[in-house]
């Protein structure tokens, strides 16, 4: 397939030449800011210094609440705690004093460690828990600020870190807050243009797909709270060092809702409107000198009409890419032959390989499961081959969702066993079936809607990358292989399900049926020895049902098993190498298309009585 | 034989519906004579549920649908049991913290406060089973005995025309014999009754007239009593 | 002491208890948690305070007025807040609309009121030491609101519609009630309640703007506890807490007792996410 390798690099050189658009906005704000004090009093070298500081914090908290979705409300926390360890250690309280830059590195270690405990409850704690969890967080860190006041002083408080010369001077400051925050943004954007911002946003928006992906939620998590924590603790020790005095009351209530609305009002999963909407509410009260007792009042306001008229914020309406309209008569035509490329890859003697080199089957034995008091499953058995393509039907209430679903890892049965080859398959742990080369679709597609097509697909093999979470952040070569691997595969997919013309369109836009077939490119992307698909062939055309059948039968050529489960019956007797018949939880009739359509039971089954 | 308009309490014309993005229903031609009992069949995924919810107005639709004289456009589920048609959805939900009287005061929510208690032992008459738990919760009835205070909901507003989604989903030989029973009283006296089964046999010998769904489209239309009927519906479920 | 912390914490832990009530009154009728339950308690004291004292109208108008005044505020969440979420795909923007009306309600308070505690009138003169009104009137009105929501729920016809649509509000839809209407009553039911919470807590909370957050977290306590939609724990978690935080108050002083409140309010919720008495979540899949 010497085209298509050639057509996908070529794709690649075009989107990297186009990669200095996106840079221009960030380039454009920090040169302008980068004047400020060239053309300005020290006033607003002041404010704009302010605003730098701010943006450091809402950079690391974009990616805990824009792209992790986790409502962080009451992250003040990490800026207090930052303000005071830089403090209390710069003024020697504790231990003999430490020079400024020691005491603002000390701070940002506890504010990894604090920001990993804050973080922790969102694993384990519903959305409006956590978002309360957090004002309580924020609650106690000023409480002992007030009441330990040997170390910080009480009421009182204590003056911020001196920074040594050349960065006691206002523009001095200025530049090296202007520098971190720079800094700050380019890592941020790093991680959220690459692996783990995807995998944040999968976590998001669609987690239980996410976790069929191979995405472990709190690994994630973790590292997130602990680079954000980090940099909010900094940024905290530097606002300590502009306020120069700092008390319990500078970190009120206000200012976490200032920064958890700049990212709202900014748009998820971007940074450049959040860093817009950082500047626009620093700086408002400057120009709105009357209304500054009024300031919190109408940033609530600001914030009730970002999520009732355009909850996508900012960002979204500034993105005039995804406006462009799409040809309204699309045929999804895929191309069963490029799945050669797809499928294989290269096995230690040169030969090419599909992902199941050992050729071991999925074996259920005896699976019982309940819901309530009904019992689902009812000793299953099923043995799904290598490179064959299986259908599992059966009436309403047979088992065939539930059987996909113990067999991807999401329940866990009550008896009996799951295991490939010899070796037993975890219950109730779907995030380690993408290791084991098991992808699966779903019932209803499950997607981000928000990110591009492209995007999405590259989600699929986010278990492959081999970058660590630091080496994206400073954009490291193997960072960078990764996302170029990652993308070309991601391409190959689409063409291979022929959606490649669609790569670059937000996966919302996209008709049903274009959603099930981005579903499976994304399966492909793990090059799977098992593809699980649950009915996805619901909503489809007559033709898009034949092609799709077509695309099946290849899958399984290649190698990978495939277990069916569907109601259409014509599309299981066409495709499929063996048929199981499922009723009340059991096996009723098992054998090839043929043997199954004549079968008395299974017809009497079907038609009841 | 044809029912002409004016004779039907249901007449569905090119209705389509779904979820969302995910069209369902592709343009459904349904009629329904007064104290008819008509059969709807097919295989799951077909439909048949998602086709009763646009009905009734739990789902947007378009195209055309009529109850009597009355066209249904717009109009919500409140609106439509008001205008006579009762839909008792599958899955035997009713509300289980609430007693068996209360599950059917709620029904009658919109009554006459002296008209519910009497259309509520009329609706009770059907099922002397529940009537003897009249003040046990909902929680301590079987599946099968909550599908038959299900039915009775659908009961207690005197319906025109009173939708079944798979009544017998769940319950035992017998208990789908006492509810299909119901079925049968009911056309007797003249409610018409939409039938939504898996159960073929059973549902054929209750009903005048029967459609079969498959991929959102009706795919078999005809009389209980003719007799290439069962070879036609395997048909219609399996394909060719 | 003994008494005299049973005393405060049972009448503090019963202002809880009923901000715990406004939480599951709420979440019963939409699926949503509201941060406006806390702000409707700020305002019956506030309001509470404005009517009777600033305004001097007789006791028993102020109270109704501010009764209304807080089931009006209790359909705007509705309207405003609410409803427009309920529609949308992101099901955690209820969050943010809450937040933000929530915060719209604090700064207005704040500012056109005042940013200091302001005094609540006396309200009846019963009653010195352990056995002042203080401390009695919340216990009292929350047994009040008790005994009202087991009535209503149980011999109104409207009380069942309310569980109905709890329950299983597809169903309930089906069946013909009137969804919409009713979830907004159930809103104003619990604006009242919320008002009477810090109407009767008045005389111990004060009227006060940034008692909205104080009780926006320590009335969701008692239904992080309980279980969500469980009045029934809300109401022992309320009392439970109260005496918990007067107890610390008493032994560790008050900036340690909030922080063992929030320790052990973590500590439990993360060990049972559902709360002590709440039940498991559906199917995800």
């Known amino acids: 397939m010497p085209n298509a390798v050639a057509e996908a690099q070529a794709d690649d050189r075009v989107r990297m030449g186009a990669a200095w658009t996106p840079i221009l906005p960030f380039l454009v704000v920090f040169g302008l800011a980068a004047a400020v004090p060239q053309v300005t009093n020290d006033y607003w070298v002041l404010i704009a210094t302010r605003a730098a500081i701010y943006w450091l914090l809402v950079a690391a908290l974009n990616l805990i609440v824009g792209f992790a979705g986790q409502l962080a409300i009451g992250y003040v926390a990490l800026l207090t705690l930052g303000a005071y360890t830089a403090s209390v250690l710069a003024a020697g309280n504790v231990l003999p004093p430490l020079p400024a830059f020691a005491a603002l590195a000390c701070a940002g270690v506890a504010g990894a460690l604090f920001g990993v405990v804050v973080g922790l409850p969102a694993l384990r704690l519903r959305t409006f828990y956590f978002a309360i969890s957090t004002l309580g967080f924020a609650t106690i860190v000023t409480q002992v600020a007030l009441a330990w006041q040997s170390v910080t002083g009480g009421g009182i408080g204590l003056p911020g870190p001196e920074l040594p010369s050349p960065f006691n001077t206002p523009s001095g400051f200025f530049y090296l807050c202007l520098a971190l925050a720079g800094a700050c943004t380019w890592m941020t954007a790093n991680i959220a243009h690459g692996r783990f911002g995807r995998a944040l946003i999968a976590v998001r928006d669609a987690d239980v797909a996410a976790e069929a992906i191979g995405i472990s939620k709190a690994r994630l998590l973790v590292t997130v709270f602990l680079f954000s924590g980090a940099v909010a603790a900094i940024a905290g020790g530097l606002f300590a060092t502009l306020q120069t005095y700092i008390t319990p009351d500078a970190f009120t209530f206000d200012l976490s809702i200032l920064f958890f609305i700049s990212i709202l009002i900014g748009g998820r999963g971007s940074i450049i409107g959040p860093m817009l909407g950082t500047i626009i509410l620093t700086l408002l009260p400057e120009f709105a000198a009357p209304l500054a007792a009024w300031s919190t009042f109408l940033y609530a306001v600001l914030l009730l009409l970002i999520v009732l008229v355009a909850p996508g914020g900012i960002a979204a309406l500034i993105d005039f890419r995804s406006r462009k309209p799409l040809a309204a008569d699309r045929a999804v035509v895929p191309r069963p032959a490029l799945l050669d490329h797809v499928l294989s890859h290269h096995g230690p003697t040169g030969d090419v390989r599909t992902g199941n080199r050992l050729q071991r089957p999925i074996s259920l034995r005896q699976v019982v499961l309940s819901f309530g008091g009904v019992r689902a499953l009812d000793g299953l058995d099923l043995n799904i081959a290598p490179g064959a393509v299986h259908g599992l039907i059966g009436p309403n209430g047979s088992g065939k969702t539930t059987a996909l679903n113990v067999i991807s890892g999401y329940y866990r049965p009550e008896h009996g066993r799951v295991t490939l080859g010899d070796e037993l398959l975890g219950a109730a742990s779907p995030v380690t079936r993408a290791a084991h080369g098991i992808a699966r679709t779903f019932q209803t597609p499950r997607i981000v809607g928000e990110a591009s097509v492209l995007q999405n697909v590259m989600m699929g093999g986010t278990i492959q990358g081999r970058a660590t979470f630091v080496e994206s952040l400073l954009s490291l070569p193997r960072h960078r292989a990764d996302e170029r691997t990652l993308r070309i595969a991601a391409q190959f997919a689409l063409r291979t399900v022929g959606l490649e013309r669609l790569g670059n369109v937000r996966a919302d836009r996209l008709q049903h049926s274009e959603l099930r077939f981005m579903e499976i490119a994304r399966a492909l992307m793990l090059r799977p020895a098992f593809l699980l698909l649950d009915q996805p062939a619901a909503g489809l055309s007559a033709d898009e049902i034949a092609r799709l059948g077509d695309l099946i039968r290849e899958i399984g050529r290649h190698g990978t098993g495939v277990l069916l489960v569907e109601h259409h019956a014509d599309m299981i007797f066409d495709i499929c190498d063996q048929v199981t018949v499922l009723n009340l939880g059991r096996v009723l009739a098992q054998g090839t298309p043929a043997e199954i359509r004549v079968h008395k039971e299974v017809v009497s089954a079907y038609l009841g009585g | 034989m044809l029912i002409s308009a004016a004779e039907a309490v249901l007449a569905v014309r090119g209705l389509e519906t779904g979820y969302g993005k995910l069209a369902v229903v592709h343009g459904v031609d349904l009629t329904v004579g007064a104290g008819e009992v008509v059969a709807l069949l097919g295989p799951n995924g077909a439909g048949k549920t998602t086709l009763l919810r646009a009905i009734s107005g739990l789902l947007p639709w378009t195209g055309h649908v009529q109850l009597g004289e009355r066209n249904l456009r717009d109009v919500g589920p409140r609106e439509a049991v008001r205008a006579g048609l009762s839909h008792v959805i599958e899955g035997h939900r009713v509300f289980t913290q609430l007693s068996v009287t209360d599950n059917l005061l709620l029904a009658g929510y919109d009554l006459p406060r002296g008209e519910r208690a009497a259309r509520i032992e009329e609706a009770l008459a059907f099922f002397p089973e529940i009537a003897a738990k009249r003040n046990d919760r909902g929680s301590a009835l079987s599946g099968g005995q909550q599908q038959m205070l299900a039915v009775a909901q659908g009961l207690v507003r005197h319906p025109r025309l009173l939708m079944l989604d798979e009544p017998s989903a769940g319950l035992s030989p017998v208990l789908v014999d006492r509810v299909l029973d119901v079925v049968t009283r009911l056309r007797r006296q003249g409610t018409a009754v939409l039938l939504v089964e898996q159960l073929v046999e059973k549902s054929l010998a209750v009903a005048d007239r029967v459609y079969a769904l498959a991929q959102g489209r009706i795919v078999l239309e005809g009389r209980t009593d003719e007799a290439d009927l069962p070879d036609r519906l395997q048909h219609a479920y399996f394909g060719h | ?285």
Not at chain 3, 63 to 85: D, H, N, Q, S, Y
Not at chain 3, 123 to 131: A, D, K, R, S, V
Not at chain 3, 239 to 255: D, S, T, Y
């Open chain 3, 1 to 285: 002491m003994l008494t005299s912390i049973l005393a405060a914490g049972l009448a503090v832990g019963a202002v809880y208890a009923l901000i715990g009530v406004t939480y599951n009154t709420m979440y019963s009728a939409s699926r949503v948690m509201s941060f406006t339950a806390g702000q409707l308690g700020m305002l019956g004291g506030v309001l509470g305070s404005l009517f009777v004292l600033r305004l001097g109208l007789p006791l028993i108008v102020g109270f109704v007025l501010m009764l209304a005044c807080c089931a009006v505020i209790g359909i705007v969440t509705e309207i405003v807040a609410v409803r427009p979420v309920l529609k949308s795909l992101d099901q955690h923007l209820y969050v943010l609309s809450t937040l933000a009306l929530a915060l719209m309600i604090q700064q207005v308070t704040a500012i056109e009121w005042s940013t200091e505690p302001q005094p609540f009138p006396r309200l009846f003169g019963i009653g010195t030491g352990t056995f002042d009104e203080k401390f009695w009137l919340p216990v009292a009105a929350c047994a009040a609101t008790i005994v009202g929501l087991e009535m209503l729920y149980r011999h109104t016809l409207v009380g069942r519609a309310f569980l109905a649509i709890a329950e299983d509000n597809f169903a309930a839809r089906a069946l013909g009630l009137p969804e919409r209407r009713l979830r907004i009553a159930s809103f104003a039911l619990a604006g009242i309640v919320g008002g009477l919470a810090g109407f009767s807590g008045g005389e111990l909370l004060l009227a006060f703007f940034a008692n909205g957050p104080l009780l926006n977290f320590y009335g969701f306590v008692p239904v992080a506890l309980g279980g969500l939609g469980n009045n029934r724990g809300a109401v022992i978690g309320g009392f439970a807490l109260g005496v918990f935080q007067q107890a610390a108050n008493f032994l560790v002083g008050g900036i340690f007792s909030s922080v063992a409140v929030f320790i052990l309010f973590i500590i439990v919720l993360l060990a049972a996410p559902q709360g002590l008495l709440g039940t498991t979540p559906a199917r995800r899949v």
